[in-house]
């Protein structure tokens, strides 16, 4: 239930909600690896990048166990850290991403958020 509620403040831009029922869930003190995620989330959606990037990089590991976060946990980090202008972090990002299960989208993106065109054709 926890999960399915913070996808729908997320969904609705609303990250005072989301910080609220980040504090409650967090009050059972579960191992749910969802919960750093949705920490995370909230200060994207608050436009904190680097917080949101440092909460998804201290919690990596229990966010990637989890299938069902794998991806949006990988995605947002990708897209902080080209909020961040940190394009070698990202690249690197994007490729360990295609090479796991051979998906060049985050790839593509990285190069055309630089914007060399001639990178992002070519996946």
């Known amino acids: 239930a926890y999960n399915d509620l913070a ?7 609303d990250s005072a909600l989301l910080d609220q ?10 191992a749910d690896p969802r919960l750093a995620l949705w920490q995370a989330e909230a200060r994207w959606l608050d436009k904190e ?8 990089l201290e919690n990596r590991q229990s966010i990637l166990k989890a299938e069902d976060t794998e ?12 909020y961040l202008k940190q394009w ?30 001639k990178r992002t054709r070519n996946w």
């Open 21 to 30: 029922l980040n504090r409650r869930f967090d009050e059972f003190k579960t």
């Open 49 to 56: 990048y680097a917080k949101a990037l440092s909460l998804l």
């Open 71 to 82: 991806e949006h946990g990988v995605g947002r980090v990708i897209y902080c850290l080209l």
């Open 88 to 117: 070698p972090e990202a690249e690197i990002e994007a490729a360990n991403w295609n090479r796991k299960y051979q998906d060049p989208w985050y790839i593509a993106l990285v190069f055309a958020v630089q914007g060399d065109p």
């Open 7 to 13: 996808k729908l403040a997320a969904a609705a831009e």
